[in-house]
């Protein structure tokens, strides 16, 4: 069965901290891993996903399959980074499993 | 930048009732998913749809649903007999053959009275 952890309901950071929100995953195959975030009342929006290894917003993420885990990391948290992040797993095109979701605070 | 449309933002409906949450995925898109978030919940996957079919669906999915793409734009989501724990923020999805990553509808709100 595929599952996705994060073990952080809240994370808050002072302006300029580094951040680090965690995700861990188990899956027998291949997965196929995202971040999303969703701001305050907005929609849902993919942040990153492991296969392009692309920088979003400052905000890099690697996967590590022996620990099985894609953490989520900024050097430097602003403000406007305040939101909920969700990891998912995706093991084909035909569904994706979130994680329960972090709210990143970044306090001024 | 093409945008997954969902209507109505908010319904409101009594128990019983059946409502049709509809949604206009990508134009190009052949892959549709509806997901829901029970307030204070995480994301939760209800089912995709795939050449006009079925191809998966939740636990979550049962009787009380079904899913339909009338039309060659819009994809729906009915429930025939809400309940009050079915009042959630339901999104639609969408997403191409071959690229990985969906792209999210701006949900509609649905309250259970």
């Known amino acids: 069965a595929q599952r996705v952890t994060q073990p952080e309901k809240l994370l808050s950071v002072f302006k300029g901290a580094p951040v680090e929100l965690k995700c861990n995953y188990s899956?027998?195959?291949?997965?196929?891993l995202f971040w999303y975030v969703q701001y305050s009342r907005q929609r849902l929006q993919l942040l990153l996903r492991h296969i392009s290894r692309e920088s979003i917003k400052g905000f890099t993420a690697d996967l590590n399959k022996g620990e099985t885990s894609f953490h989520l990391k900024k050097p430097f948290a602003q403000e406007e980074d305040s939101a909920m992040y969700y990891c998912a797993l995706s093991r084909n095109n035909n569904d994706m499993r979130f994680g329960a979701g972090t709210r990143l605070t970044v306090k001024p | 930048e093409p945008e997954v449309t969902q209507t109505p933002s908010h319904q409101v409906t009594q128990m019983g009732q059946e409502v049709i949450l509809r949604c206009v995925p990508i134009?190009?898109?052949?892959?549709f998913y509806w997901y829901r978030q029970i307030l204070g919940q995480k994301v939760e996957f209800l089912v995709s749809f795939y050449n006009n079919e079925i191809s998966e669906k939740s636990e979550i999915f049962d009787d009380q649903f079904s899913v339909e793409r009338p039309d060659g734009s819009n994809f729906t989501l009915k429930i025939r007999s809400t309940k009050l724990e079915d009042s959630a923020m339901y999104f639609c999805?969408?997403?191409?053959?071959?690229?990985?990553?969906?792209?999210f509808g701006s949900g509609t709100r649905l309250t259970v009275v």
């Open positions: 899956y027998s195959g291949s997965p196929e």
């Open positions: 999805a969408s997403s191409t053959t071959g690229l990985p990553g969906y792209t």
């Open positions: 134009s190009n898109h052949l892959y």
